[in-house]
C-alpha cells in the first residue's frame, strides 16, 4: 500500500491563487490596521465576545433552542460550534445540513453569530469525528502507525484519499453556508480541522511516512524558509541547518516535528482551499499548546505551535491566521508567542475558570479581536434578581459596553492591560499608555493591608489626552507621569464608576474620599468589574534646587 500527498496539496501551499468575492458580497474578512488583526462583519471592525461550546453540546438541533439564549444572556456575541464530518455527511456522498440550519436559524432569531469548527480528519490529534466509513476503511484511508508497525486512532496526513475526501466535504460545508447564509452573515469565520497532531513518538512511523522522512526536505519549503530567517523562533534558529538535504539533516533533534508540521500544514492547506473556493470566509488554525517538559508526541507533535509555526506559514498562505488554545496558567506568555507580523489574534479556548481577567488582558494589551472561553454553556446563568452571575458573565457584561470603542483604539494603540495573581513573580506590574503610567497591585484591606483576592485585571482605554477608561477588577491603581515623556507629576482630577445604555455613558458613583485613598488611587472593586471614567492632570516639576 502506498500513500502519497497528492500534488494538490503542494501546488496549493505554494502556488495558491486567492479566491475571488463572489458575486461581489462584502463577505467577512480580516484586515490588518496598524499592525492590529481586525475582524470586519459588513464594513465595520466586529469584537468577538465568544464562547466555545462543550464538544458534545451542538449534536442535535433541540440542544440551541436551549443554548443560544443562554448565551445571548450572558453577553455572548458568538459562539463557537463543532461541525463533526460524520454529522453533516453520515454515507460517501451524501450530506445532511439540517441540524447545521437549525443552529444558524436559531442564532440568527437571538443576533447571536456563529463561528464553526471543523471537526474533520483530526480533533484533539485523533480522528473519532470522521465518518464511520471513513474510519471503517484503513484500506482507502490508512492510519499513521506506531514504531511497531501498529495503526493508530489517527488518519494518516499524508494521504491522497483521505485528503481529498476531507476536502470534498468542507467544501460541501462551505458552499452550503453561502448559499444559506452569505447575506446574513450569521456565520463570522471557520476554524479547519482541531489541535492537529500526532501523538506518540513525535512522528508517523508508517513505512511511507519513514520513506519520504529519509528523502530530501521540498525544494519550495527550504526556499521559503530561507528567506524568512530571521523570523524564526529561537527553537527552530537553533536546529535550521540550510545545508542539511533530508529532515534529519536539516532540523537534527526537531526533524520529526517538522515533517509533521509540513505534513498536517500541506493536507489542511487543500482542505481550506477547496473551503474557500466555495466561500471566502476567514480561516484559522488552533493549537495544542505543550505543559512544561513535554516532549513532541507527548502534545500534538507538528500542530501549528509557536516553536515551528513559520513552517505551517510557509505552507498555508490560504489560513488567515493561527491561534492558541491556553489551558496553562502563564496566559501572557503564550499570548506573546503568537504575537507575530501579519498575525491577527484571536484565542479561541481559554481556560473558564481564569476567562474572566484574562480577557481584559487579551483585548487591552494583546489587541485580540476576539476571545473565547471553552464550555460557556456548562454555567449557569441566574434569574433576573439573582447577582450571583457566573465571572465570565461579569466581565462581558462589562466588556460589551466597550465592544464599539475597542477596535478603534486597539488599532491607533490606546489600550492596554495587565493580569496580575497572588502567585505573580512580581506584587507590581506597571503599564504605560498617553504620558502615563499606571502601577497596579492586588487589591488589599484597610488597615490590615491583607489580600481580599487572589487575582486581579484591568484594560485602559484612552479616550483624549488624560482621559481613560479603566475596566477591571481586584487591583489598586497609581498613577504617574511616564518619565521618558516628561519630567511631570501625575495626579487624579476626579473617578467616576460607569455605565453604559443605548451609547451614552451614565454615571454612577463619583468617588473621592476613602473611595480614591483620597485622591491618590483608583482602587478597582476587589470582586466584581467595573467601568471607571479616570481624568488625570499633570504640571511640570519645578526644581528649585540651586
Same mark, same amino acid.
Given at each position: 500500500m502506498t500513500i502519497t500527498l497528492r500534488a494538490i496539496c503542494l501546488s496549493a501551499a505554494f502556488f495558491f491563487v486567492p479566491v475571488l468575492a463572489l458575486d461581489g458580497a462584502d463577505f467577512p474578512h480580516i484586515r490588518m490596521e496598524n499592525g492590529t488583526g481586525q475582524l470586519i462583519v459588513k464594513g465595520q471592525p466586529f469584537l468577538i465576545l465568544g464562547g466555545e461550546l462543550s464538544n458534545s453540546s451542538a449534536g442535535t438541533a433541540a440542544q440551541a433552542d436551549v443554548i443560544v439564549p443562554?448565551? /445571548?444572556?450572558?453577553? /455572548?456575541? @458568538?459562539?463557537?460550534? $463543532? /461541525?463533526a464530518w460524520e454529522q453533516i455527511e453520515p454515507k460517501d456522498g451524501t450530506f445532511d445540513f439540517s441540524i447545521l440550519d437549525h443552529w444558524i436559524e436559531t442564532a440568527r432569531g437571538h443576533n447571536l453569530h456563529l463561528v464553526l469548527l471543523w471537526f474533520?480528519?483530526?480533533?484533539? +490529534? %485523533?480522528?473519532?469525528?470522521? $465518518? @464511520?466509513?471513513?474510519? !471503517?476503511? $484503513?484500506?482507502? %484511508? $490508512?492510519?499513521?502507525?506506531?514504531?511497531?508497525? =501498529?495503526p493508530l486512532e489517527i488518519l494518516s496526513a499524508? &494521504?491522497?484519499? *483521505? &485528503?481529498? &475526501?476531507? !476536502? =470534498?466535504? %468542507? +467544501?460541501?460545508?462551505? =458552499?452550503?453556508?453561502?448559499?444559506?447564509? !452569505?447575506?446574513?452573515? *450569521?456565520v463570522l469565520m471557520v476554524q479547519v480541522e482541531n489541535e492537529v497532531g500526532h501523538l506518540g513518538q513525535g512522528r508517523d512511523r508508517s513505512p511511507e511516512a519513514n520513506r519520504q522522512f529519509q528523502g530530501h526536505v521540498p525544494e519550495g519549503l527550504m526556499r521559503t524558509l530561507a528567506a524568512k530567517r530571521l523570523q524564526f523562533s529561537p527553537e527552530l534558529a537553533d536546529h535550521f541547518n540550510q545545508q542539511g538535504q533530508n529532515w534529519s539533516d536539516v532540523f537534527g533533534d526537531a526533524a520529526d516535528e517538522v515533517f509533521m508540521a509540513w505534513n498536517y500544514a500541506a493536507y489542511i492547506e487543500a482542505v481550506v482551499h477547496a473551503g474557500k473556493s466555495e466561500y471566502a470566509l476567514p480561516m484559522y488554525v488552533n493549537a495544542q499548546l505543550p505543559a512544561p517538559q513535554e516532549r513532541a508526541g507527548e502534545y500534538p507533535s507538528g500542530g501549528p505551535h509557536p516553536y515551528y509555526l513559520e513552517v505551517w506559514r510557509a505552507t498555508t498562505p490560504s489560513i488567515d491566521f493561527y491561534s492558541p488554545d491556553i489551558y496553562w496558567p502563564n496566559f501572557e506568555y503564550w499570548v506573546q508567542r503568537y504575537q507575530l507580523p501579519g498575525n491577527s489574534l484571536f484565542i479561541p479556548e481559554a481556560r473558564l475558570e481564569s476567562a474572566s481577567y484574562n480577557a481584559f488582558y487579551a483585548y487591552g494589551e494583546a489587541r485580540a479581536f476576539g476571545f473565547s472561553p471553552f464550555a460557556v454553556d456548562s454555567l449557569t446563568v441566574p434569574e433576573k434578581n439573582d447577582d450571583s452571575k457566573p465571572p465570565i458573565m461579569q466581565a462581558y457584561e462589562v466588556l460589551d459596553s466597550l465592544r464599539d470603542l475597542l477596535p478603534a483604539a486597539q488599532a491607533a494603540g490606546l489600550t492596554r492591560g495587565l493580569v496580575l495573581h497572588s502567585t505573580s513573580p512580581r506584587p507590581t506590574q506597571t503599564v504605560a499608555l498617553g504620558g502615563y503610567l499606571f502601577e497596579a497591585t492586588l487589591s488589599r484591606s484597610w488597615p490590615a493591608r491583607t489580600l481580599t483576592t487572589d487575582d486581579g485585571a484591568m484594560l485602559i482605554l484612552q479616550a483624549t489626552p488624560g482621559e481613560f477608561y479603566i475596566a477591571g477588577s481586584g487591583l489598586t491603581v497609581s498613577f504617574t507621569r511616564d518619565p521618558d515623556v516628561d519630567a511631570g507629576i501625575a495626579g487624579i482630577e476626579n473617578v467616576e464608576q460607569v455605565s453604559r445604555s443605548g451609547g451614552h455613558w451614565i454615571t454612577e458613583r463619583r468617588l473621592n474620599g476613602d473611595q480614591t485613598n483620597q485622591g491618590r488611587q483608583l482602587l478597582l472593586d476587589p470582586h466584581q468589574p467595573h467601568i471607571y471614567h479616570v481624568r488625570l492632570y499633570s504640571i511640570q516639576h519645578q526644581n528649585h534646587l540651586p
Open positions: 443562554k448565551l /445571548v444572556a450572558m453577553h /455572548v456575541n @458568538t459562539a463557537l460550534i $463543532p /461541525v474533520g480528519s483530526w480533533k484533539n +490529534a %485523533f480522528s473519532n469525528y470522521a $465518518p @464511520t466509513w471513513v474510519k !471503517s476503511d $484503513p484500506e482507502r %484511508f $490508512p492510519r499513521a502507525e506506531s514504531s511497531d508497525g =501498529r499524508l &494521504s491522497t484519499e *483521505t &485528503s481529498r &475526501s476531507d !476536502s =470534498r466535504a %468542507f +467544501a460541501a460545508l462551505m =458552499r452550503h453556508v453561502r448559499e444559506k447564509d !452569505s447575506e446574513q452573515q *450569521t
